[in-house]
T-cell receptor, first 113, second 113 residues
Framework: GDSVTQMEGPVTLSEEAFLTINCTYT??????LFWYVQYPGEGLQLLLK?????DKGSNKGFEATYRKETTSFHLEKGSVQVSDSAVYFC????????????FGDGTTLTVKP | DAGITQSPRYKITETGRQVTLMCHQT?????MFWYRQDLGHGLRLIYY???????DKGEVPDGYVVSRSKTENFPLTLESATRSQTSVYFC????????????FGPGTRLTVL
């Protein structure tokens, strides 16, 4: 079945550092790929998504590129801020999964001033 | 207000009691989902629904019951609560369920004593 493997956390960075959170997936067909973010005490919300190979999703300075050849969707940001501290989830969804999404286990990011 | 709401936000109950968690969305999304979030397990799908009167099991359905008589509501019932059901529960909805973004509620923190 479908699966998502995320870089294990927690990740601690200083403000303005470069961020990469790795995500690789296993899926049949051509799934859509997502990054969700969860701030403390809140539900998940969409950060960005890509629906086909080589698409780049971007939002709030975060980027991720759908790489079919390496089955990856790594999240990057050039300069993190304290307000980026949150849990980040990689997910996929596709027509072969009866409408369900598969989520990674989440990576906790803490940014220190 | 438009969106997806959950009630109650916090609930403490005792082992063996029946508990119902409510979820309501105002978008008329076809798909709705229930997840539980536990440390070390990420998000796990309990049940989902593709439309009113259509529900199906997710990864961890045992001990839970759902119904969906109206498109906008998707209650989750714990028939006889157990301590292992102590968790944070998230409801989500999406327009088509396949490649669309899921929109999450704020969560219900349930403690079973």
């Amino acid at each position: 079945g479908d699966s998502v493997t995320q870089m294990e956390g927690p990740v601690t960075l200083s403000e303005e550092a470069f961020l990469t959170i790795n995500c690789t997936y296993t899926a049949t067909g051509y799934p859509s790929l997502f990054w969700y973010v969860q701030y403390p005490g809140e539900g998940l919300q969409l950060l960005l998504k890509a629906t086909k190979a080589d698409d780049k999703g971007s939002n709030k300075g975060f980027e991720a590129t759908y790489r079919k050849e390496t089955t990856s969707f790594h999240l990057e940001k050039g300069s993190v801020q304290v307000s980026d501290s949150a849990v980040y989830f990689c997910a996929l969804s596709g027509y072969t999964n009866a409408g369900k999404s598969t989520f990674g286990d989440g990576t906790t990011l803490t940014v220190k001033p | 207000d438009a969106g997806i709401t959950q009630s109650p936000r916090y609930k403490i109950t005792e082992t063996g009691r029946q508990v119902t968690l409510m979820c309501h969305q105002t978008w008329s999304h076809s798909y709705m989902f229930w997840y539980r979030q536990d440390l070390g397990h990420g998000l796990r799908l309990i049940y989902y629904s593709a439309a009113a009167d259509i529900t199906d099991k997710g990864e961890v359905p045992d001990g839970y019951v759902v119904s969906r008589s109206k498109t906008e509501n998707f209650p989750l019932t714990l028939e006889s609560a157990t301590r292992s059901q102590t968790s944070v529960y998230f409801c989500a909805s999406s327009e088509s369920g396949y490649t669309d973004t899921q929109y999450f509620g704020p969560g219900t923190r349930l403690t079973v004593l």
